[in-house]
């Protein structure tokens, strides 16, 4: 065989391997394709066929004074808040009033059976008959001192027993009426506790069968009359400015937002609650019923200095996406949706706008329905 044959064609093969690797590497082949930008579309920009139909509306100024709106709840007015105490110590037999129950005064509310008014009762009685037997003392000590039967001195010791003995009847009476008692008459060892003032019960610490353990306990009720309420708000520190003691706010329930009532400035809070930097701003209210504590409340404060901003017809607003729009022409019979910051509702069914439009410029009238027509 002839192995010299064979080795030659390994030989170049080896060779052309070699030479393969020795070229330069193609980095233009290698490289990332070029990057093609892409056009896109103005989402904000509409062109119709026919702009005539669809009316226009100037933006127009507004002037009014600043305003400032701050959160709070409804609260009990403190000075019409009154607590039920009972001073006599014992148990619930009867509770005749519950927490939220409109209350009159005079009115019971609960009936404690109390040793210490029984044993008041005993005093009371007692001091009753030793003020008789004094009293028909001095009536015989008089009659005799009169006939010379007895020294003076005799009978002003009777006068000043009896005289001791009608205050021990008064000093025991008091007791009893202090402790509830109506009628010094019935002994009874049930005291009745009654209602101060008339209100709304706004607080109940007491059920039956229950003990009542004197002033040291917890107040069995609190009476809150609610013909007036307040109003706390917190107001940072920077907004301080526009709020003024003897002002009037609006107020606005969050359970009734279609009804307006106004209230008095009365407090502004002087210390600053360091974390969220906020003052308390308490609102005097007159409540017409459909104020409860602990509702939710929007104070309008109306401040001092005008300010101008720019109305347009509600229509011509569109709220879309959490934002208010409205439409602008351009030319080319295009439009412009523009996003504004609308504000309040205005007469004639206008509406503010704070920012993003100026007087003078033209709008379309009917917002939804161009929007509408567009996404046809």
């Not at 059976?113 to 007692?126: C, N, V, W």
């Not at 609102?283 to 001092?304: C, K, S």
Request: net charge negative.
């Amino acid at each position: 065989m002839n192995w010299h044959n064979i080795a030659m064609p390994a030989v170049y093969l080896s060779l052309a391997v070699m030479g393969c690797n020795d070229s330069k590497p193609n980095y233009q082949a290698e490289a990332p394709p070029p990057l093609k930008v892409q056009k896109v579309e103005d989402r904000n920009l509409f062109k119709v066929d026919r702009p005539d139909q669809f009316a226009l509306a100037e933006a127009v100024p507004h002037v009014a004074t600043s305003q400032l709106r701050a959160t709070g709840t409804v609260n009990p007015d403190i000075a019409r808040t009154v607590p039920v105490i009972s001073i006599a110590t014992g148990r619930i037999v009867e509770i005749g009033a519950r927490l939220g129950d409109t209350v009159k005064k005079g009115q019971v509310l609960l009936r404690v059976q109390s040793a210490d008014i029984s044993g008041a009762y005993s005093d009371y009685q007692k001091a009753v008959a030793d003020e008789q037997l004094t009293r028909t003392q001095l009536e015989r000590a008089q009659l005799l001192y009169d006939k010379g039967a007895i020294s003076l001195n005799d009978l002003q010791v009777a006068q000043d027993t009896d005289a001791k003995a009608k205050v021990d009847v008064k000093t025991t009476a008091e007791k009893l009426r202090v402790l509830g008692s109506q009628n010094l008459d019935q002994p009874t060892g049930i005291v009745e506790i009654r209602a101060p003032v008339s209100g709304v019960i706004t607080d109940q610490q007491v059920t039956n069968a229950a003990g009542v353990a004197g002033l040291g306990s917890p107040n069995p009720f609190t009476i809150s009359d609610l013909s007036y309420v307040w109003i706390l708000c917190d107001v940072y520190e920077n907004d301080l400015s526009n709020v003024h003691l003897g002002e009037k706010a609006d107020i606005v329930l969050k359970a009734y937002p279609d009804k307006v009532f106004t209230g008095t400035i009365s407090n502004i809070g002087p210390v600053l609650d360091p974390n969220i930097r906020t003052a308390k701003v308490r609102i005097e209210v007159r409540n017409e019923g459909l104020m409860r504590p602990g509702m939710f409340v929007t104070a309008t404060f109306h401040g001092q200095k005008k300010e101008a901003s720019t109305a347009l017809p509600a229509t011509a607003i569109l709220h879309l996406h959490d934002r208010d729009w409205v439409y602008i022409p351009e030319k080319d019979n295009q439009f412009r949706r523009v996003a504004v910051s609308a504000g309040d509702m205005l007469p004639g069914g206008m509406q503010e706008i704070v920012s993003g439009l100026t007087p003078g410029q033209h709008v379309v009238l009917n917002a939804l329905q161009f929007q509408n027509s567009v996404e046809q």
